[in-house]
Nanobody, 117 residues
Framework: QVQLEESGGGLVQPGGSLRLSCLAS????????MGWFRQVPGKEREVVGH????????IYPDSVKGRFTISRDNVKNTVYLQMKNLKPEDTAVYYC??????????WGQGTQVTVSS
């Protein structure tokens, strides 16, 4: 049974940092591309970025480029989302997901990130 478990979310002040973790189990982690997404209530889920099997990363939204980085540890079966200089508009539920092909087949339950003073 594949499980993805996010952690590390919470309340942070604007300008602060957080590192989200996603622990994967039940799959051959190193063979999967791992993605991070976020969603605000009432809005569509937004892709933040992904890291592939060769540890090549892609960050999509211009709003987070230069502030968010993705990394992975194939020994710990964990993917990370490091977020710096957080802004109130980064407030969302953050999800990790895993895929072998073009479609993400496995999703975590999400972790809430709130950026507020």
């Amino acid at each position: 049974q594949v499980q993805l478990e996010e952690s590390g979310g919470g309340l942070v002040q604007p300008g602060g940092s957080l590192r989200l973790s996603c622990l994967a189990s039940g799959l051959m982690f190193k063979a999967y591309t791992m993605g991070w997404f976020r969603q605000v209530p009432g809005k569509e889920r937004e892709v933040v970025g992904h890291i592939d099997q060769d540890e090549i990363t892609t960050i999509y939204p211009d709003s987070v480029k230069g502030r968010f980085t993705i990394s992975r540890d194939n020994v710990k079966n964990t993917v990370y989302l490091q977020m710096k200089n957080l802004k109130p508009e980064d407030t969302a539920v953050y999800y990790c997901a895993a895929r072998r092909s073009w479609k993400y087949g496995y999703w975590g339950q999400g972790t809430q990130v709130t950026v507020s003073s």
